[in-house]
């Protein structure tokens, strides 16, 4: 009663190629929903990987302050209540390096300025920090030093180097030694950074970095962006936290800064961008169904279109379980290749995406990937159980009264 | 060999049940020549498909080779149908797409057979055919007359207890046609029950047997 499955899939592949436009149609059909659910996923992926390289760029001990007290809800606190929450300051961080586990504190400030020299002017970031940000951005040097450990009150006129801000205002020159004019302060060059590219969506190479002090004065500022507490340990971070929390409270008379550390950060990141990644592979589904009704609709076209044949074949004593298994062959045949043949355009596409854009490493997931494959397949056979039915029903005796 | 008992049909058309058999009884014994005769509309496309297990009868019984057939399942039939019976349509029923030996192969790959064994037959069954050389063809490269032997190779493959042929000239002209007769008397001569449906008198006088279908019943 059972027939060979090599004949099995060879009469299916011969009734598929009896109709070829109408297979390549099918097979294009659920190519393109599974191609779609690799690339889709393979950004979502790529996205996610490419936000927590980011933050692990950043350090795992690390500790962002940052002014103003963030809300589940939206808003802050502050705005709430009407009060303005305070600034963080220089003194701020000075009082935060005392704190037990701190290794290293960083203030920050970014502003936007015109950097000049030798009569060329540009428009450039400008990074108000200490020593600790070399280690902190992992920065290298070109040439000359870093900012020297110091006072951070102190607002000494000297600064570092992107490599293309040196390279721009200097020419082949060395710009060590000579000084640059920032609004209307002179600055000296006591280093360049070597090429280093974008970091946190800072390009590096376009960076002025000065004391922060010195950075103060020149804008008139008396607040800090943020501050970056590096502890001793991981293990640290969680009692670091809560005594940066004790402190700001003591010194601003509430809490009034939002606590971040890296971890919380990037796992918040990570999970939204898995969600995300997932309802990409969702929507890039239904693509796959949207193939799998078009399956039933050809395959019961075919049906029709081969009455005479299935009425013959069942006359040569085909039973109706053998019809049923030969079109469910043909579909799970056509969806196969169909599946195999979206993978390979999907992977071809993320291959597209990482080229063009190297950052992201837009690899779709394994999950993903097997998960369109088995499902194109699953759909295709599924939406061809009612055409097989009706193939395996009809009565022999009228279809063979077909001419 | 075939034994029909009080086989009637019964087809209900809308509210009306039209009988296209009453309480027939047949009897065919192995090796007969036998036709069935009769106007269209007479009942002898129902006796062929009731014979043929593509339709059971209402009520009755059928035996074939001694085994009530009536009351297999319709798995069970398909089986009968692809050991014991033998088709010859008038429209030849080959599939377009698959060559001549293709189509002699067809019950046999349905059947499971193995493909040496398969093959073997296959090559034996068109070499006595004469057509040989027409293997690699498909049907739409033959003649009437080389499709409808096609056909009968095909219904030759399983070696089969009995052919029913419907109308096996009816698409043929007048020389061809007598040339597939002749085809189909042979394998008759040689032991092969033959079953010949059709609506020509002339045709179906040639049988050693005939019985004539009118209005669902038959007669001797």
New interface residues.
Partial sequence: MIMRTRDIARFAWHALEGARTRSLLMVLATSIGVAAVVVLTSLGEGARRYVRQEFESLGTNLIIILPGRAETMGGSAALASGRTARDLTIDDAMALQRLRGVEQVTPLNLMEGEVSARGRRRDVPIAGSSSELQHLWGLSMASGRFLPPQDPRNATPICVLGSKVGRELFGGDSPLGQYVRLSDRRFRVIGVLAPKGELAGLNMDDMVIIPVASGQVLFNLSSLLRIAVRTRSREDVAAVKDGIKRLITERHGEEDVTVVTEDALSSAFDKILTALTFALGGIASISMVVAGILIMNVMLIAVAQRTGEIGLLKALGASPRQIRVLFFAEAALLSTVGAIAGSTIGQAGSFVVRRLYPAIPAYAPVWAVTGALMLAIVTGIVFSVLPARRAAALDPAQALAQR | MITLKNVSRTFLLGEESVHALRDVNLHIERGEYISIMGPSGSGK?TML?IL?L??RPTTGTYELDGLDVTALT??EQ??I???KIG?V?Q?F?L????TAAENVE??L????AH?DERREKVTRLLDEFGMSKRARHRPDQLSGGERQRVAIA?AMI?DPAAILADEPTGNLDQTTGQEVLHLLEELNSRGMTLVLITHDAALGSRARRHICTLDGRVEA
């Fill in positions: 496309s498909n043929g593509l339709d319709d798995e398909s089986q149908r692809r050991e088709f349509f429209f029923h599939v377009p797409r698959m067809l019950p790959v349905l059947s499971g493909p095909r399983m």
